[in-house]
């Protein structure tokens, strides 16, 4: 599930719907039909946006936020936002004369929608599932098809820009596994996209793992994560690259987070992407 950096679930009850009732039947209604459902929320303001070690807003500021509907059950589905700012992607092609032009080959927009569903809950011996289905969409990118045609120099080939009707979203099953050993949470997770269009017909793969410890009497929750990511997704040029990241977080109110973090990958260094980074985030859950 995408979230800010702390989720408090709120829950919701027929009798909050019956506020014009009489007070003995809200009572009874409160009493007799809880709702299976919860609803939680949660907003962030984040110095930078880095997914997985790379970065999203080309190393400003983003707005995000998401809600989730959890059924008790343990199915659930969720949607989650963030503002972002990947810059004109160019390319270089030959203009027919030998020169090279610099044209613009799209971006993935000002906008990241996350839209997902799965189920999340105890499976045996204090160890706990997550499985889902994760769908990305890029509402205003934009991306160009590049044709080949004869005539440059040496009878080589030029490229002349063609639709922009390339998609730019894309599907990813996730599984989590996670469990408590006395102070510390640890998990550990696998996320696959098959062969896409938006990912040039390959598939990619992220294998990631974390744990996270509270400070005792504190309110301060320290943080660590490392992923590795093979495939279509690869920043790195090489097919594949490692990220990681070492954090805190401090809980100002029960609902109120602010979070410091390092993060950088192994990735050939470019700035405000894939360069190592120090991100603060405000969070707020409901």
Do not use: C
């Not at 110095?47 to 080309?58: I, L, T």
């Not at 080959?105 to 569903?117: Q, R, T």
């Not at 769908?135 to 080949?148: E, G, I, K, L, R």
Request: hydrophobic share 35%; net charge negative; no cysteine.
């Amino acid at each position: 599930m995408r979230t800010s950096i702390i989720a408090l679930v709120g829950r919701t009850t027929l009798a909050a719907l019956l506020v014009t009732a009489t007070p003995s039947f809200a009572q009874e209604a409160e009493e007799e039909t809880t709702s299976e459902f919860t609803v939680s929320g949660n907003a962030t303001v984040a110095s930078d946006y880095r997914f997985r070690g790379v970065s999203f807003s080309d190393g400003d500021i983003a707005i995000q936020g998401g809600i989730d509907i959890n059924h008790s059950s343990g199915f659930y589905v969720g949607v989650w936002g963030s503002s972002q700012d990947e810059g004109q992607n160019t390319i270089g092609v030959d203009d027919g004369t030998g020169a090279i032009t610099n044209i613009d080959s799209g971006d993935l927009g000002n906008v990241e929608i996350d839209i997902y569903g799965g189920w999340s809950g105890e499976v045996g011996g204090g160890l706990n599932l997550d499985v889902g289905l994760l769908y990305f969409y890029f509402p205003d990118a934009t991306q160009s098809v590049f044709n080949t045609a004869p005539g440059g120099v040496g009878g080589a080939p030029i490229l002349i820009p063609g639709a922009t009707d390339t998609p730019s979203d894309f599907f990813e099953p996730y599984v989590t596994l996670s469990k408590t050993f006395g102070p510390l949470e640890a998990n550990v997770g696998v996320n696959y996209a098959w062969s896409q269009s938006a990912l040039s017909d390959n598939d990619s793969i992220y294998i990631h793992g974390g744990i996270s410890t509270g400070i005792p009497t504190t309110p301060i929750t320290l943080n660590a994560n490392i992923g590795y990511t093979d495939g279509s997704l690869d920043v790195s040029g090489s097919g594949s690259y490692v990220d990681w990241l070492i954090g805190a977080e401090y809980a100002v109110t029960s609902n109120l987070t602010f979070g410091v973090a390092y993060t950088d990958t192994d990735a050939p260094s470019i700035n405000d992407s894939t360069d190592s980074a120090i991100v603060f985030t405000l969070g707020v859950s409901f």
